[in-house]
């Protein structure tokens, strides 16, 4: 396609070129790509610049060949690191969110997941969620529950056999209060039953190890194609391979000095009885 600067209108009539060519209608396409119908009019007439996730979501949406899709990606970032600020997130509908990233999820074969923040939300439970979404600036009640709902929706994930998915969260998350205390011990049930599924491993990094590194960020990485970081004032995506890399290391390395199986059950256990006799002084 040629080196020359992309801009919105020229990857704007690339994409409505190639869903012209396979057959398929805004509509479908978008369905597809998790997006609304307007946005996909938007981007296919130059009116928005779509990011890289757009652009892979669409690409896949329509069907192209990886060959295709590689090319295509290659020449559509400009930059291979793009950052959106949570505010934007929030602006269009934090559900919206939620389900970019099902889509995301559901194109993975390998899921790897480190967490120094939060318990990961596709290991979510539903009160635990609710907790995330309310501290301020509040969210309006319909918008929350949607946003909940979505979330919890991408769970659906986890039950297929096909897809494999390592998650890594540090010990000071699971103490990490943000509900009461009957609500982080259910959770940390939550956290024990999901462990069993034989597609998922869960290691818990705990606080008495000699560290490897800093849990500067959390991050997500799906297979080796992208990396999902957040930070507090936005969400980072990068597809560079040269970044990519520092991430699966990373990944690794956290991963060499955490718990796992019996001894992972037992320090989460451990955890909620805490909560519980917590609950009990209450």
Sequence with gaps: MGAAPLTADSIGRALRALRDTS??????VARRASMSAGKLSKIETGRVLPTVQDVDLLLTAIGVSQEVKEEFLTTARAEATEATAWRLLRRM??????????????????LRLFQGQLIPGLLQTPEYVSAVFSPPPALPEETRAKTVAARLERQAVLYEPSRSFRFLICEHVLRWRISEPAVMALQMDQLVSVSRLPNVSLGVVPNGRRMPDFPMTCFSMHDDR???V?????????RDPKDVQVYADTFERFATVAVYREAMTALVEGVRDEFLRQQERS
């Excluded at 509908?93 to 390998?110: C, D, M, N, V, Y």
């Excluded at 957040?230 to 990068?238: D, K, M, N």
């Design 23 to 28: 057959g398929l209608t805004g509509d479908a």
């Design 93 to 110: 509908g934090p559900w919206k969110h939620q389900k970019s990233l099902r889509a995301i999820e559901a194109t993975t074969a390998e």
């Design 226 to 228: 992208l990396v999902i």
């Design 230 to 238: 957040e930070t507090f004032h936005s969400e980072v995506t990068t």
